[in-house]
């Protein structure tokens, strides 16, 4: 997989002649409803290959397990919390023994070396119970991840095949009370004792308790724990230990005190705790030294001199969690669309057509107006998530793991994981209304759905957080001072180019220029290329990113000329730096889209896929239609025209919507919702009333 800034490149994308419609849609003036139209056939079963990808041996795995684990959905409203919690554990043990969560970890330590595979069991793990997801995240992803990714041979041989197999059950303390996305304020402390040759670990007040840590309240013997390394008096940053909690017998150490965070709203299955350190010592080669260690005579010693950059190296290795957070959020939305489709396929309510016959739900252009968006932009970010899972593969297997090219995975995975959990949240609480009364029943899952995907949205990183990392890539190219800038560098290092010189780094610029050159009209493109364009569609995202990026950087030059501080100056243009994060995102987003669809071979499933396309990037346009109105992209002629695509769309789309669901794979025994479902949905809710 490439690893360029924001692939795929303006020449790598599908293209159409210009002034000529491309092949799989009319021009814009003819509408789905015309009689010439004909209707595709989805083959369910063969779309559920292309979204499994080529890891569907664990995908399958993992559905296997959850239909023999089902029981747990009943499970989390039946049972006490601390029965609960027991029950997640026992099945995220037994899940352990099948191989499914090891899948990342080396051959050696019994783990099955590809984290693609890894990735996609845990992606799929979301259409089931999240706590034990949540679990199997903790004790494989953050704390096993952690010890793979920041220790060296001798913390790989000493604990990593007990991690994969459970015996060692552990957690990963970062947060703190006080100090939550700003790690590298962390108050804990290890002081180094030269004559113990050990560290010393030691929470210093109440603000840097270890807060949220997954694991800690009742099941972890050992803790990663990320700590202010200081050694000879003096501070060398943020570095990672691994530290001793309980003893075999699961009684809490000595210089130790665990207090359990106390219910949350969702995931009752995982053991939220706080942990305190008072004087706890732990050997030198506690420290997890894969970017650097001290020598038992005191010497700090790093292969990365600038602290910053080593600070941003660390964090950059643990990724994965942040990729995985992403691509769970989304597979949360398919259950979510799977029950609400579904039963928008058989409920019945009103005669609107036919004396005598009530009409089915998703009949109504409002039920399609509020329902199929959404399936369109899930299936928008399962296909950028694809892309997304593929770079951390390539980087982390080093088929792709230069600096740069690591910059661009954090990026776009930080971005991607903003994106698919907002939709997540958004998703399931419209599909939750879609659904009725039914749909605010426990059996029918939206309760347990809409309190356990609630926290994505800050954990792995808070969005708004994650948005302001895409944008300092964007703004200052992923630079060379790139680690060296917090938000007042990033301010200082733009005010000191020229607008022009920040647009035309860009990559977003060269793609504007080319496609413009394949769309008719000229200077005037925007109004005469084809809706169902992909180039316009895309031409679009893209003018708007730029103008985003032009205009944040003529902001903050103006402010920093003018002599305001530059603290001021960004918390000013905030809300700007945030909307061209997600601008550029968004345009990624289409760009896998288009992308996937274009390599298809021709045939239904092509034309089906770009009918969903199509929907996604013209409802994408139609949400922002106010923005491009005001810079002159959108007249009020065409803008009505996209409102009255995308109500055609939804038309068009219609018939194929439960096939659509049905290959999200979402085993039967998971959906449950008796209520909503009543039974396998046959042939005739397919096609509607």
């Not at 359990?260 to 942990?275: E, H, Q």
């Not at 695509?645 to 068009?652: H, N, T």
Request: proline share 4%; aromatic share 6%; charged share 25%.
């Amino acid at each position: 997989m490439a690893t360029d800034q924001v692939p795929p490149i303006a020449d790598e994308l599908p293209t159409v002649e210009p002034g000529a419609p491309p092949a799989h849609i009319e021009d814009d003036a003819v509408h789905a409803d015309d009689a010439g139209y004909r209707q595709p056939q989805v083959d369910a079963e063969a779309l559920r290959r292309l979204l499994d990808g080529p890891h569907r041996e664990a995908r399958d795995l993992v559905r296997a397990n959850l239909v023999e684990h089902a029981q747990i959905l009943l499970d989390q409203e039946q049972l006490t919390t601390a029965e609960f919690r027991e029950r997640v554990k026992d099945v995220v043990l037994t899940m352990a023994r099948t191989g499914q969560t090891g899948m990342g970890f080396p051959e050696e330590y019994g783990g099955g070396g590809d984290i693609g595979a890894s990735v996609a069991a845990f992606e799929t793990l979301a259409l089931g119970d999240l706590s034990v997801l949540v679990k199997v995240g903790v004790q494989f992803g953050l704390f096993g991840g952690a010890i793979l990714q920041l220790g060296t041979r001798h913390h790989h041989d000493a604990h990593l095949a007990d991690i994969v197999s459970g015996r060692t059950l552990g957690c990963f303390a970062m947060t703190e009370t006080g100090h939550g996305s700003n790690v590298q304020a962390l108050g804990t402390v290890a002081t180094y004792d030269v004559e113990a040759q050990e560290f010393v670990i030691t929470t210093p007040d109440d603000a840097s308790r270890k807060d949220y840590i997954g694991n800690a309240a009742a099941h972890a013997r050992l803790a990663v724990v990320f700590a202010q390394l200081e050694v000879a008096g003096e501070r060398h940053g943020v570095h990672a230990l691994v530290v001793p909690l309980r003893d075999e017998d699961g009684r809490v150490l000595d210089g130790v005190r665990i207090e359990d965070c106390g219910p949350k709203m969702g995931l009752g299955g995982v053991d939220n705790g706080r942990i305190w350190f008072d004087g706890v010592r732990v050997p030198r080669t506690a420290l997890l030294n894969q970017f650097a260690e001290v020598t038992p005579e005191g010497r700090y010693l790093s292969p990365i001199d600038n602290p910053n950059k080593r600070f941003f190296t660390m964090l950059g290795t643990l990724v994965q969690g942040r990729v995985c957070v992403g691509g769970a959020a989304i597979n949360a939305a398919k259950v979510a669309l799977a029950i609400a489709v579904r039963y928008g396929a058989r409920r019945r309510q009103f005669e609107a057509t036919s004396p005598g016959e009530e009409q089915v739900l998703l009949d109504y252009g409002m039920h399609q107006r509020r329902l199929l968006p959404l399936l369109a932009r899930t299936y928008a970010l399962h296909f950028a998530q694809e892309v997304v899972a593929e770079q951390l593969h390539d980087v982390f297997s080093g088929a792709g793991g230069d600096e740069h090219a690591r910059r661009v995975l954090e990026s776009r995975a930080a971005g991607t994981k903003a994106l698919g959990t907002w939709h997540a949240t958004r998703t399931i609480q419209e599909c939750r209304e879609a659904c009725g009364g039914a749909g605010y029943l426990s059996e029918n899952r939206f309760a347990a759905l809409k309190a356990d995907t609630d926290v994505f949205t800050t954990f792995e990183g808070d969005n708004h957080v994650l948005l302001q990392l895409v944008a300092k890539g964007l703004l200052t190219d992923y630079s060379g001072e790139f680690e060296d800038m917090d938000q007042l560098g990033m301010a200082r290092f733009v005010a000191g180019l020229a607008v022009e010189t920040v647009v035309e780094r860009t990559a977003v610029h060269k793609l504007v220029q080319s496609v413009r050159d394949l769309l008719p009209g000229g200077d005037t493109w925007d109004q005469e290329a084809g809706l169902l364009d992909p180039n316009y569609q895309l031409a679009m995202l893209r003018f708007r990113e730029e103008h985003m990026i032009a205009g944040v950087a003529r902001r903050l030059k103006r402010g920093i000329d003018r002599g305001m501080d530059p603290g001021a100056v960004f918390s000013r243009v905030q809300d700007h730096v945030m909307a061209a994060a997600r601008a550029h995102t968004e345009r990624l987003v289409l760009e896998a889209f288009v992308q996937k669809t274009a390599d298809l071979p021709d045939g239904d499933l092509k034309v089906a896929l770009n009918l969903l396309c199509d929907l996604h990037a013209l409802s994408v346009i139609e949400a922002d239609r106010a923005w491009f109105m005001e810079h002159g992209r959108l007249s009020s002629a065409r803008s009505k025209a996209i409102t009255r695509e995308v109500g055609a769309l939804c038309r068009k789309v219609r018939p194929l919507v439960v096939d659509l669901v049905d290959a999200f794979g979402v085993p039967p025994e998971v959906l449950r919702s008796p209520d909503l479902l009543g039974g396998p949905t046959g042939s005739g809710d397919r096609a509607g009333g």
